[in-house]
């Protein structure tokens, strides 16, 4: 079963509206966790680090306000896209590090497909 | 900062037949990991294999080795007996041992055809 599981996998939202991606650890605790964007048939960019109990920290080029990112508990993580344009739809996807002493392993979680319209 | 290049976009092969997928990456690090992911249509990201950059030694998964050279900074993935299943987009990434964010390549889309 999923180790990392993100929700919803797929979302519609006007535009001019949030909508909130959640990335979830199952199986262990997760102080990292990493949000990506793909666009279609290219590669995975970093957005952000997301660090338990502190600030995000943010790629160049990544608008913080617009993008916020919670991590709240060592399970969760959420991505909330603000005033969300046509522009904003994609892949979005998390991955979360297992802790050292499991391997440091990075598990991905099954991606949100989000259209703004 | 680190780098990842896969200089091939697109690979195409017939099934059983071997194929090779190249990578280079750059860094300034001593101690990291290599990895290869396997994305198919799904999207689900699948790790095929990983590399400790401190053994020499190529890892190794069933059908899925790689040639890892590091004072080339090459990682490169070949797939023996290529099944249809391979049929994927594969990245090559990087990770410092410190354990931060894994740095992708641009991807390989590998066809597979019977």
């Known amino acids: 079963g999923a180790v990392v599981s993100q929700h919803p996998s797929r979302v519609i939202c006007k535009s001019g509206t949030s909508v909130k991606i959640e990335c979830r650890s199952l199986?262990?605790?997760?102080?990292?966790m990493f949000w990506y964007r793909q666009f279609p048939k290219q590669s995975l960019m970093l957005m952000a680090t997301?660090?338990?109990?502190?600030?995000?920290?943010?790629e160049q080029g990544v608008e913080k306000d617009k993008f916020l990112i919670n991590h709240a508990s060592l399970t969760l993580s959420t991505l909330t896209v603000t005033s969300a344009h046509p522009e904003d739809s994609s892949f979005y996807i998390c991955?979360?590090?297992?802790?050292?002493?499991?391997?440091?392993?990075?598990?991905f979680g099954e991606g949100s497909w989000l259209t703004v319209v | 900062a680190q780098t990842v290049t896969q200089s091939q976009p697109e690979m195409s092969v017939q099934e059983a037949e071997t194929v090779t997928l190249s990578c280079t990456y750059d860094?300034?690090?001593?101690?990291?990991?290599l990895f290869w992911y396997k994305q198919p249509p799904s999207r689900q990201m699948i790790l095929v294999i990983r590399?400790?950059?401190?053994?020499?030694q190529n890892a190794t998964e069933n059908r899925f080795s790689v040639n890892f050279q590091k004072a080339a900074k090459s990682f490169s993935l070949k797939i023996s007996d290529s099944q249809l299943g391979d049929t994927a987009m594969y990245f090559c990434?990087?990770?410092?041992?410190?354990?931060?964010?894994?740095?992708f390549g641009k991807g390989t889309t590998l066809s597979v055809s019977s």
């Open positions: 991955s979360a590090r297992a802790p050292r002493d499991s391997g440091n392993t990075i598990y």
């Open positions: 199986d262990f605790q997760a102080t990292t």
């Open positions: 997301s660090n338990e109990g502190s600030k995000a920290t943010y």
């Open positions: 860094t300034s690090e001593s101690n990291y990991y």
């Open positions: 990434a990087f990770m410092k041992k410190t354990g931060t964010a894994l740095i």
């Open positions: 590399q400790e950059a401190y053994k020499q």
